[in-house]
């Protein structure tokens, strides 16, 4: 039987533990470092397989621009594969806008996913990916499927292995238009790079050495470890951004901004964990909910991971 549709599908976001700039390409692309885990705070996804060729997008929560990243992916998608169906979108939109969490670049990256199996074509990842790096610099991790130290534009992925945490997740109601932040002559552009080798400033294995194949395996120290180079130019651009953080730090004790914001995030501890009465003392028109690190990505797998 053919695949007509896929149903409740999740795009996780994303929370940067460090983002350093270590520099400019000649084009204005900035490089980029930094260590990037998935959260349990999900937009969730419908795809109906249409016969006519069209793609259309369905709004079931907050409504989205007219031309979104989903919609972009479906037919860059669509014209690269030279494939004649398209597709019902429908989007439950729950995660936060310009937020700094990777909401768009998620449903991009769950939209390739699932119209790679509804529409039958069966790419490998390593197709996959240049398709998201067009749409966006988050867009590969999100294919990827796991934990990875980002660098470059975001082409380049190192998965990691980081322990179980959970965070408390807080954004103030106004957002950060991106480019905002990396147009600001306030910006650093000249982080000294983590030494990628080994990750030696966090690497766990205590003879020094590293894993001879798979994800190189974090301590707790990688969630504290550097910073944010895009913060102090969030704060000084939105008020909203620096009273998160302090309020952030005033309750759990630390707080870092994800992205380019405006959201942040603090690390919990065990009982911080399991309690979620924290959201009740928010200022009003915040949002924020206790979030889990996602060990992999809900369809890691969906795209097999090498060429046949």
């Known amino acids: ?37 998935l959260i349990d705070w999900c937009d969730t996804l419908h795809f109906e397989r249409r016969a006519d060729g069209r793609l259309a997008r369905h709004d079931l929560g ?6 979104d990243l989903c919609l972009r992916a479906a037919r860059l998608l669509q014209r690269e594969a030279a494939v004649a169906c398209g597709a019902d979108i429908s989007i439950d939109k ?29 790419w490998p990842l390593k197709r996959l990916l240049p398709l998201g790096l067009a749409l966006g610099a988050d ?45 600001s002559p306030l910006l650093v552009r000249d982080t000294e790079p983590v030494i990628v080798e080994g990750l030696r400033a966090i690497d766990l294995p205590d003879d020094g050495t590293l894993p001879g194949s ?12 550097g910073r944010n180079d895009l913060q102090p130019v969030a704060e000084a651009a939105c ?13 759990f004790g630390n707080s870092r901004m994800t992205g380019s914001g405006s959201a942040v995030f603090a690390l919990l501890d065990a009982v911080a964990a399991d309690s979620s009465g924290w959201q009740r ?7 924020g ?4 690190k996602l060990a992999r990505h809900p369809l890691a797998g969906w795209a097999r991971e090498d060429e046949e």
């Open 1 to 37: 039987m053919s695949l007509l549709s896929i149903a409740d599908v999740p795009a996780p976001a994303k929370l940067n533990l460090f983002l350093h700039v270590v520099g400019r390409r000649a084009d204005g692309y900035h490089l980029l470092q930094s260590l990037f885990v």
């Open 62 to 67: 907050a409504p989205l621009p007219a031309d």
């Open 94 to 122: 729950v995660l936060p806008s310009g937020a700094g969490m990777g909401g768009g670049s998620s449903d991009a990256a769950t939209t390739l996913l699932a119209l790679n199996r509804l529409w039958r074509l069966d």
């Open 139 to 183: 867009v590969p991790f999100f294919l990827a499927g796991g934990d990875a130290l980002v660098e470059g534009i975001g082409e380049r992925l190192t998965p990691v292995r980081l322990p179980a945490a959970a965070f408390a997740v807080v954004k103030p109601p106004f957002g950060i238009e991106t480019g905002v932040i990396f147009s």
């Open 214 to 225: 798979g994800p190189h395996r974090l301590d707790e120290r990688c969630f504290s470890f």
């Open 239 to 251: 008020g909203e951004v620096g009273e998160a953080l302090r309020w952030t730090a005033a309750r």
């Open 281 to 287: 003392d928010l200022p009003p028109g915040w949002t």
């Open 289 to 292: 909910r206790t979030c889990a």
